[in-house]
């Protein structure tokens, strides 16, 4: 007799871990590219603390949710005191803190390190992860750098047979097997920035992984493989009040699968801010964020789906809580980041 929950969770654990879902999705992550490059640890002149929720697909029963935490900081009391200036028209602090690009420098050379710590859960499968990254920033020219960023850590995978109900219950395939897996966790990247664009390269998963949930290894074998992020966006400074900033994300997990997200952003007098985005054959997005003060960022976006699953899921929440410590400069919001 066909194992039928055996299969259903198969499906699901590859959806999840083999293809589009091997990692979390992230409406925000131009907000936070540290989720998906470590090379950006440590680019601001503060400690960036950040966390995130994120419901996907709401209303249906075990789809994916998401919480992450992240935290990244400078190394150097060199570069916490400098950095992007703030002035207005006349040479004098600019309290929106918008930078035009005639201000800007570059950031000094420095270090950064970080630390990521992901929860994401869809049904009975439940992936975790705990890493810490490091970054290098090189100063390329008076106006540019070009940082280099690793991250290692490790990824807990875990299917709990509790949620499950199949019709044998005594199924040795679900119920004597080995549920639980822990996996190293190798990423690198590179980002360049500059007043008015950027652009990061990303790969995870460095080190692929066979995952086996049943102990004699001839059941459920999904793949971890290496996947593929590149990012890139410009800025328009329209006038002292307005920054433009449209991006894009190209995804790519193996020959037979590419995605990719086209967002924009305008931020007003650099307080509140307005967005939208769009992600290849899956969903539309409105997103918005307000920058409250020198300490503390709030961001909340919604997806629209545009799968085929638009009939039964009531969209996909996601919020994020950003908090800025050690801001000596007193930023409102990045300044080196979209």
Same mark, same amino acid.
């Given at each position: 007799? /066909?194992?039928?929950?055996?299969?259903?969770?198969?499906?699901?654990?590859?959806?999840?871990?083999?293809?589009?879902?091997?990692?979390?999705?992230?409406?925000?992550?131009?907000?936070? =590219?540290?989720? @998906?490059?470590?090379?950006?640890?440590?680019? +601001?002149?503060?400690?960036?603390?950040?966390?995130?929720?994120?419901?996907?697909?709401?209303?249906? $029963?075990?789809?994916?949710?998401?919480?992450?935490?992240? @935290?990244? %900081?400078?190394?150097?009391?060199?570069?916490?005191?400098?950095?992007?200036?703030?002035? $207005?028209?006349?040479?004098?602090?600019?309290?929106?803190?918008?930078?035009?690009?005639?201000?800007?420098?570059?950031?000094?050379?420095?270090?950064?390190?970080? #630390?990521?710590?992901?929860?994401?859960?869809?049904?009975?499968?439940?992936?975790?992860?705990?890493?810490?990254?490091y970054a290098y920033h090189l100063t390329l020219t008076a106006k540019s750098n070009l940082a280099l960023g690793l991250m290692a850590g490790f990824s807990h995978f875990n299917i709990n047979t509790l949620q499950l109900n199949p019709e044998n219950t005594l199924d040795p395939a679900i119920f004597n097997g080995k549920n639980s897996n822990w996996e190293p966790d #190798?990423?690198?990247?590179?980002?360049?920035?500059? =007043?008015?664009?950027?652009?990061?390269?990303?790969?995870?998963?460095?080190?692929?992984?066979?995952? *086996?949930?049943?102990?004699?290894?001839?059941?459920?074998?999904? /793949?971890?493989?290496?996947?593929?992020?590149?990012?890139?966006?410009?800025?328009?400074?329209?006038?002292? $009040?307005?920054?433009?900033?449209?991006?894009?994300?190209? /995804?790519?997990?193996?020959?037979?699968?590419?995605?990719?997200?086209?967002?924009?952003?305008?931020?007003?007098?650099?307080?509140?801010?307005?967005?939208?985005?769009?992600? &290849?054959?899956?969903?539309?997005?409105?997103?918005?964020?307000?920058?409250?003060?020198?300490? !503390?960022?709030?961001? *909340?976006? *919604?997806?629209?789906?545009?799968?085929?699953?638009?009939?039964?899921?009531?969209?996909? &929440? +996601? !919020? %994020?809580?950003?908090?800025?410590?050690?801001?000596? @400069? /007193?930023?409102?919001?990045?300044?080196?980041?979209?």
């Open positions: 007799m /066909k194992r039928v929950v055996l299969k259903i969770f198969i499906i699901l654990l590859s959806l999840q871990v083999a293809l589009a879902q091997q990692k979390p999705q992230y409406t925000q992550y131009f907000l936070n =590219p540290l989720l @998906l490059n470590p090379a950006v640890t440590g680019i +601001e002149n503060y400690t960036d603390v950040k966390a995130g929720y994120r419901s996907q697909w709401a209303g249906i $029963d075990g789809a994916p949710v998401t919480t992450f935490l992240t @935290l990244s %900081m400078p190394l150097g009391k060199n570069y916490l005191n400098s950095g992007a200036k703030q002035l $207005d028209a006349n040479g004098n602090a600019d309290p929106r803190g918008n930078i035009l690009p005639d201000n800007y420098i570059a950031s000094i050379p420095h270090h950064g390190i970080g #630390l990521i710590i992901v929860s994401d859960q869809a049904g009975p499968i439940s992936q975790n992860n705990i890493a810490v990254t #190798l990423r690198a990247g590179i980002w360049y920035y500059n =007043p008015k664009y950027f652009i990061g390269l990303s790969v995870t998963e460095l080190l692929p992984q066979s995952l *086996y949930f049943v102990s004699n290894n001839t059941h459920v074998q999904p /793949k971890i493989v290496p996947q593929l992020y590149a990012n890139a966006g410009m800025k328009f400074f329209l006038g002292n $009040d307005m920054i433009f900033t449209p991006s894009v994300l190209l /995804k790519k997990v193996d020959i037979a699968s590419f995605s990719f997200d086209v967002n924009a952003k305008i931020l007003f007098k650099n307080i509140f801010w307005l967005g939208g985005s769009y992600r &290849h054959n899956n969903s539309f997005s409105a997103l918005t964020g307000i920058n409250v003060n020198t300490f !503390i960022n709030i961001a *909340y976006s *919604y997806d629209i789906t545009t799968s085929s699953l638009n009939t039964l899921s009531n969209g996909s &929440h +996601e !919020i %994020m809580l950003s908090i800025l410590l050690n801001n000596k @400069l /007193k930023h409102t919001s990045s300044k080196r980041l979209p």
